[in-house]
């Protein structure tokens, strides 16, 4: 006699996500390889946004990942090379009228610090917002180019004046 079983491939993986999750939070003491809280995955924690940084030859530029954050509950400060994005991502469900099973969005505040080079314009810094993506544009400072100063030989110091009383003295 044959025994057919079922095989769910989403049960699966499932089941190894939450193992591979189980072990994380054992080797981390609660904390997982992002810095984020789990706790089986039902109730919030914070969350760090991801960002990329590139470069043109103009300006450099930021994107940063945030899905479900208003442009209103963003802040983007520059002070002494140090850009801040700051803000908050707010759970919009109610969970006294649903029964959550899976919660892996992460919601909250979070804060961004990124350190840039000097010769960035702030006063001309640009950001927009679209499709959950913040874009910033970072203009760079015209080139300084160090000024060089030539050097050139001059008579009246290429001749060294005699010492004082040095000249006409004879010993008798």
């Known amino acids: 006699m044959t025994v057919v079983t079922g095989w769910d491939l989403f049960e699966d993986l499932r089941d190894a996500q939450d193992d591979l999750l189980r072990v994380n939070r054992l080797r981390a003491h609660g904390i997982s390889q992002f810095g984020q809280h789990y706790d089986g995955g039902t109730t919030k924690a914070t969350w760090v946004p991801t960002v990329d940084i590139s470069e043109r030859k103009d300006a450099y530029l930021v994107a940063v990942e945030l899905p479900g954050v208003g442009i209103d509950d ?73 000024k060089r100063i030539q050097v050139r030989a001059s008579q009246k110091h290429a001749d060294p004046a005699p010492a004082p009383g040095a000249e006409g003295e004879t010993s008798t």
């Open 74 to 146: 963003l802040e983007i400060t520059f002070q002494d090379g140090l850009m801040t994005i700051q803000g908050e991502r707010y759970n919009e469900h109610d969970s006294s009228e649903e029964k959550v099973h899976r919660v892996e969005r992460r919601y909250g505040a979070f804060r961004r610090s990124i350190t840039l080079p000097s010769h960035v314009m702030a006063d001309a810094i640009e950001a927009s917002a679209q499709d959950g993506v913040l874009q910033i544009l970072m203009p760079k400072a015209p080139e300084v180019h160090a």
